[in-house]
């Protein structure tokens, strides 16, 4: 059964390491799923989300010539958190908001080194 990429598999997890964990496919074939994308939250040590022998859905997210898979556990599954609300704005609604902070602070600014600047004199007369 050729890996296909976007496909999701059931696998064996089969080794563990510090960067992440083989998984063996249906057909023997062994993929790497990074640190990364073994769960949503971040993740210091691959031990506390998978042990050796653990089954888990994955998805098929790389294949390069030499034959090498990339798989992730987070992909595999439907998210059923939605993204949070900041994410939900988009780039150029963000980049106006920040423009228009960016000036009304700007001219706060420039109004009180304004009235620094008039209201101290050093005390000789100017002739």
């Known amino acids: 059964m050729p890996i296909e990429l976007g496909s999701v598999l059931e696998g064996v997890v089969t ?5 992440g964990a083989f998984i063996e496919l249906p057909g ?3 993929g790497l799923v990074h640190i990364s994308e073994i769960a949503e939250v971040y993740v ?7 042990k050796v022998g653990d089954k888990v859905n994955i998805k098929v997210i ?8 990339g798989l992730s556990i987070k992909q595999a599954s439907p998210s059923t958190r939605s993204k949070p609300k900041r994410f939900q704005v988009s780039f150029e609604d963000r980049l106006a908001k920040f423009m228009k902070e960016s000036e009304e602070r ?12 008039g209201g101290r004199s050093s005390g000789k007369k100017i002739e």
């Not at 080794?15 to 960067?19: C, E, L, R, V």
């Not at 210091?44 to 998978?50: E, G």
């Not at 700007?106 to 600047?117: A, G, H, N």
């Open 15 to 19: 080794g563990i390491t510090n960067f």
């Open 28 to 30: 023997g074939v062994t």
């Open 44 to 50: 210091k040590d691959v031990h506390d989300f998978l």
């Open 62 to 69: 790389s294949v390069d010539p030499k034959g090498k898979i």
């Open 106 to 117: 700007q001219q706060v600014l420039k109004k009180s080194t304004d009235s620094k600047r």
